[in-house]
């Protein structure tokens, strides 16, 4: 069983920035994708940044100029770097990983996140203007 932890939440006002880790039970580069996602309450899952073991990078339109997807393999840890944040930004975030999933997949959106391998259980992002 593949486990993964976040962390880095928090509060922070408008504007500010938070780096988010996910720690992960097996060997980051042994997944061919990892990912986050967040969901704000009464709203849908969105995804918003991938890593994919062929050096893909994929962002969200909405994230892309202010959050920064990275990885440590040597510590499996995947990481989100978010940057001017704004309380839209307020969410639970979630790091997700698969074993199979591939970029051209997500990006052509032929996916189903519920069928990731492996889920974190999340770490709360509040934004305050």
């Known amino acids: 069983q593949v486990n993964l932890a976040e962390s880095g939440g928090g509060s922070v006002q408008a504007g500010g920035s938070l780096r988010l880790s996910c720690a992960a039970s097996a060997a980051t580069n042994m997944y061919s994708s990892m990912g986050w996602f967040r969901q704000a309450p009464g709203k849908t899952r969105e995804a918003l940044a991938g890593i994919y073991s062929d050096g893909t990078i994929t962002y969200a339109h909405f994230v892309k100029d202010r959050f920064s997807i990275s990885q440590d393999n040597a510590n499996n840890i995947l990481f989100l770097q978010m940057n001017n944040l704004t309380p839209e930004d307020t969410a639970t975030y979630y790091c997700?990983?698969?074993?199979?999933?591939?970029?051209?997949?997500?990006?052509?959106?032929?996916?189903?996140?519920?069928?990731?391998?492996?889920w974190g259980q999340g770490t709360l992002v509040t934004v305050s203007s």
């Open positions: 997700a990983a698969d074993f199979s999933l591939s970029s051209r997949a997500v990006i052509q959106g032929n996916y189903d996140p519920k069928s990731l391998d492996a």
